[in-house]
């Protein structure tokens, strides 16, 4: 995924500069048809608010790359106060800096968020993880300070014109992923951004700039600064995505797999590294083909398929069928050794507990579907479903014969997520009048009702 050595790589992206380059309709891709009908809304009213708004990052990227983006994200120069005047259906988030949510019929939501000024220590601070920071500033402050160049374009609707303060359409027309300013400096500030580079080299199939690519061999264990819950956030992205195996094979290479599970390593370079390897590959080739049709993997059963090659190596997983008394304590074995091994990442104990008994049932799954004996008590265990569905991953990855089309259509039917936010159900008879806060000194009762 490096540029290769004959094609000299571009600058590095200066991060003082401050003329972008504006690109007319004519000259790119994107049409307000593909633009979501709500962000458009928001870009509108906004607008005529008298307020400079652009549809920003990732949206822009994936209508340029002629994608459909999943989130159409808004930056504007309205302060997160004005944008709930604006916006009634809306909603303040975010600790280090707010963001409005605006909520749609539907359960859709589109981010608006006020630019940002590039931190003190983004300029010419010490070496330090990036601050927190509120501080608001201009378009061109809002680009620079963002990951990767490919995510530093705006799109605006009065003239329907891209703009590109950081050279973001220039590397997507060159296939290439490379950070906004030094990329050393940008990693430490931020150690999670190395994940962003490894994702969207997978997603894209662009080649990872060699100053970018270094700077995340150099720092790669700095991963282990992030708080655990993002880098399960993070990783979690990646495994549901559609581009696993691309996604893997860029992990393995640039060392990132072995910060994440670090007892991964001798598996992958042991002497039969390179059959787990392959093997681990085949795997997440064959969650590709399932999402890229629409599927939807249990988070445990993703984890599972990821940790079956190292399994295999640490108990010989399938050349053991166990029976009774052996079986429970074997279960217990993994379960306590995945307690060990996940519990660092915030795993769910429940999930913990599902992929122990995926890989523990797997050889029975094996040796029943040799002899073409299904037990009907099988059949009627809880955790059938799922364990099925690892073997029958597990089979296709090994013999190249895709599972049944039943089996794939139950996948691909499964009912998304629902979203985590439900809109408030309106009271019957009108709004009731509040009595304020209950610490309220206006209250008739009182301070929590209790008499003066």
């Known amino acids: 995924?490096?540029?290769?050595?004959?094609?000299?790589?571009?600058?590095?992206?200066?991060?003082?500069?401050?003329?972008?380059?504006?690109?007319?309709?004519?000259?790119?891709?994107?049409?307000?048809?593909?633009?979501?009908?709500?962000?458009?809304?928001?870009?509108?009213?906004?607008?005529?608010?008298?307020?400079?708004?652009?549809?920003?990052?990732?949206?822009?990227?994936?209508?340029?790359?002629?994608?459909?983006?999943?989130?159409?994200?808004?930056?504007?120069?309205?302060?997160?106060?004005?944008?709930?005047?604006?916006?009634?259906?809306?909603?303040?988030?975010?600790?280090?800096?707010?963001?409005?949510?605006?909520?749609?019929p539907g359960n859709k939501i589109i981010e608006v968020s006020t630019f940002r000024c590039r931190s003190e220590f983004d300029l010419n601070g010490g070496e330090r993880v990036l601050a927190a920071n509120n501080t608001y500033g201009s378009p061109s402050d809002d680009a620079f300070r963002r990951d990767l160049t490919i995510n530093g374009l705006f799109y605006e609707i009065e003239?329907?014109?891209?703009?590109?303060?950081?050279?973001?359409?220039?590397?997507?027309?060159?296939?290439?992923?490379?950070?906004?300013?030094?990329?050393?400096?940008?990693?430490?500030?931020?150690?999670?951004?190395?994940?962003?580079?490894?994702?969207?080299?997978?997603?894209?199939?662009?080649?990872?700039?060699?100053?970018?690519?270094?700077?995340?061999?150099?720092h790669r264990e700095k991963l282990t600064l992030c708080p655990i819950s993002r880098i399960r956030d993070e990783l979690l992205k990646d495994l549901h995505g559609s581009v696993c195996r691309a996604w893997m094979q860029l992990a393995i290479d640039s060392g990132i797999l072995y910060v994440l599970f670090?007892?991964?390593?001798?598996?992958?370079?042991?002497?039969?590294?390179?059959?787990?390897?392959?093997?681990?590959?085949?795997?997440?080739?064959?969650?590709?083909?399932?999402?890229?049709?629409?599927?939807?993997?249990?988070?445990?059963?993703?984890?599972?398929?990821?940790?079956?090659?190292?399994?295999?190596?640490?108990?010989?997983?399938?050349?053991?069928?166990?029976?009774?008394?052996?079986?429970?304590?074997?279960?217990?074995?993994?379960?306590?050794?995945?307690?060990?091994?996940?519990?660092?990442?915030?795993?769910?104990?429940?999930?913990?507990?599902?992929?122990?008994?995926?890989?523990?049932?797997?050889?029975q799954f094996i040796r029943f579907s040799r002899e073409n004996k299904w037990p009907r008590w099988l059949k009627r265990k809880s955790y059938y479903q799922e364990c099925d569905l690892f073997f029958r991953i597990f089979t296709e990855a090994t013999t190249g014969k895709q599972m049944p089309a039943h089996i794939t259509a139950a996948i691909i039917s499964q009912p998304p997520p629902k979203a985590r936010y439900k809109p408030a159900r309106k009271r019957r008879g009108g709004k009731r009048k509040s009595g304020g806060p209950s610490f309220a000194g206006t209250q008739k009762g009182g301070i929590f009702g209790l008499k003066k």
């Open 1 to 104: 995924m490096l540029i290769p050595t004959d094609r000299p790589p571009a600058a590095t992206v200066d991060a003082q500069a401050a003329d972008p380059r504006i690109i007319l309709p004519p000259d790119h891709p994107i049409t307000k048809k593909r633009i979501d009908r709500e962000a458009l809304k928001v870009l509108h009213r906004l607008r005529d608010a008298g307020h400079v708004a652009y549809l920003v990052g990732g949206g822009v990227r994936d209508l340029y790359l002629g994608k459909t983006p999943k989130d159409f994200d808004i930056s504007t120069d309205a302060r997160p106060g004005q944008l709930r005047k604006l916006f009634r259906n809306s909603r303040l988030i975010g600790r280090r800096f707010r963001l409005v949510q605006v909520f749609f």
């Open 159 to 218: 003239n329907s014109s891209i703009i590109d303060y950081t050279g973001g359409v220039r590397d997507m027309e060159r296939g290439i992923i490379r950070f906004i300013g030094e990329p050393g400096k940008r990693v430490q500030r931020d150690p999670a951004r190395m994940l962003r580079v490894i994702r969207h080299g997978a997603r894209n199939n662009f080649a990872i700039e060699p100053a970018t690519w270094q700077a995340i061999i150099d």
């Open 262 to 363: 670090p007892f991964y390593r001798p598996v992958l370079e042991g002497e039969d590294g390179p059959e787990k390897l392959r093997l681990l590959l085949a795997l997440q080739a064959v969650v590709d083909r399932l999402h890229s049709g629409g599927g939807v993997l249990p988070d445990q059963v993703l984890f599972a398929l990821l940790l079956l090659p190292w399994a295999m190596t640490e108990y010989k997983l399938l050349e053991k069928t166990y029976k009774g008394p052996e079986f429970h304590r074997f279960l217990n074995t993994l379960r306590s050794r995945l307690d060990e091994l996940l519990g660092p990442m915030s795993i769910k104990r429940s999930h913990r507990e599902n992929i122990a008994l995926q890989l523990v049932t797997l050889p």
